[in-house]
C-alpha cells in the first residue's frame, strides 16, 4: 500500500466506531493512519482502545468546563480571537429562541473547549478529522480554525440514522420510537449545523416487529462499523491520487 492520510479521532465513550477505525487501518483496508485519539471526558473505554492501539490519546474536559463556567464565568477561558456576533451569526446550531444569554453562554464555553482542542490538533497536522461517536456539537470558531479554506471538508461525523430524518442524540431511539420499518446510520461531513452537512454514505436496515430498541442499535452498530472505514478510505483515495 502507498500513501496514507493522515486521521485524528474524537469520541465520547466507547468507541466501537473507533475501533472499527482502527482495525482498518492496521488490517491495511483503508489508506489511513490514525496520530489521535481525543476525548471530551476522561476515563471513556475508547481512550483505553486507543492506547492499547498505541495512539496517543488527550482529554478536553468539556463537563468541567461547563460546570466551571456556571460558578464562574469570569474564570472562563474564552479564546482571545473568539468574536461572538460572527459566530453566532454563522451557527446554525440552537435558534435565537433560546435567548441571548443562553446562545452566549454555549458559544463562549464551547469556544473555551474548542480553544483546547485546537491546541491539541493543529500540531499533529493531520487530513481528516473523524467524529466518532463524539457527543459534543463543534462551533464555527473550531470549524474554521481547522479548515484551511472557506468550503474546505476535513471533518466527518457518523449519525445514528438516516439523515436529514432524525438528527440529534438518539437517532436509534427516535427511529424505534417513530415506528419506522428501515432504520440506518449516515457518515457526512459536518458544517454549522446539527447533522446537516453533505451526505458522504449511508446504510440501512430493515426492522421487524420483533425488534426492540436493543437490536435495532445492534443491527445499526454493526453497519457503522462497515461503513465509516469505507467512507474515510473514499475521501483517503480521493485526496491521495
Ligand atoms: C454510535 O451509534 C454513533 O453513531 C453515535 O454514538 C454511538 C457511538 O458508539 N453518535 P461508539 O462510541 O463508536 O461505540
Not at 49 to 54: H, L, P, Q, S, V
Request: proline share 4%; net charge negative.
Amino acid at each position: 500500500m502507498g500513501k496514507k492520510i493522515k486521521i485524528g479521532a474524537l469520541i465520547s465513550g466507547g468507541g466501537s466506531n473507533l475501533q472499527a477505525i482502527i482495525d482498518a487501518c492496521s488490517a491495511g483496508s483503508i489508506q489511513a493512519e490514525i496520530f489521535f485519539a481525543g476525548s471530551d471526558k476522561p476515563g471513556v473505554k475508547g481512550l483505553e482502545r486507543a492506547e492499547k492501539a498505541g495512539i496517543d490519546t488527550f482529554v478536553v474536559d468539556y463537563g468541567h468546563i461547563i460546570k466551571s463556567a456556571r460558578q464562574n464565568m469570569e474564570a472562563l477561558d474564552v479564546p482571545e480571537d473568539f468574536d461572538l456576533k460572527a459566530i453566532k451569526a454563522k451557527q446554525h446550531l440552537i435558534p435565537d429562541s433560546v435567548g441571548e444569554e443562553k446562545i452566549a453562554f454555549f458559544l463562549k464555553t464551547r469556544a473555551a473547549a474548542e480553544k483546547k482542542l485546537l491546541e491539541a490538533i493543529l500540531p499533529c497536522h493531520i487530513d481528516l478529522l473523524v467524529l466518532a461517536g463524539f457527543m459534543r456539537t463543534l462551533t464555527p470558531y473550531f470549524i474554521d480554525r481547522f479548515s484551511r479554506a472557506v468550503g474546505d471538508r476535513r471533518i466527518m461525523n457518523i449519525h445514528p440514522a438516516l439523515l436529514p430524518s432524525f438528527p440529534g442524540t438518539d437517532g436509534y431511539g427516535d427511529t424505534f420510537r417513530y415506528g419506522c420499518r428501515v432504520g440506518g446510520c449516515t457518515v457526512h461531513f459536518i458544517d454549522y449545523g446539527e447533522d446537516t452537512g453533505p451526505v458522504i454514505g449511508q446504510r440501512a436496515f430493515q426492522i421487524e416487529d420483533s425488534d426492540t430498541l436493543e437490536t435495532v442499535k445492534k443491527k445499526g452498530l454493526e453497519l457503522e462499523w462497515q461503513l465509516y472505514p469505507e467512507c474515510i478510505d473514499k475521501f483517503a483515495k480521493e485526496l491521495i491520487q
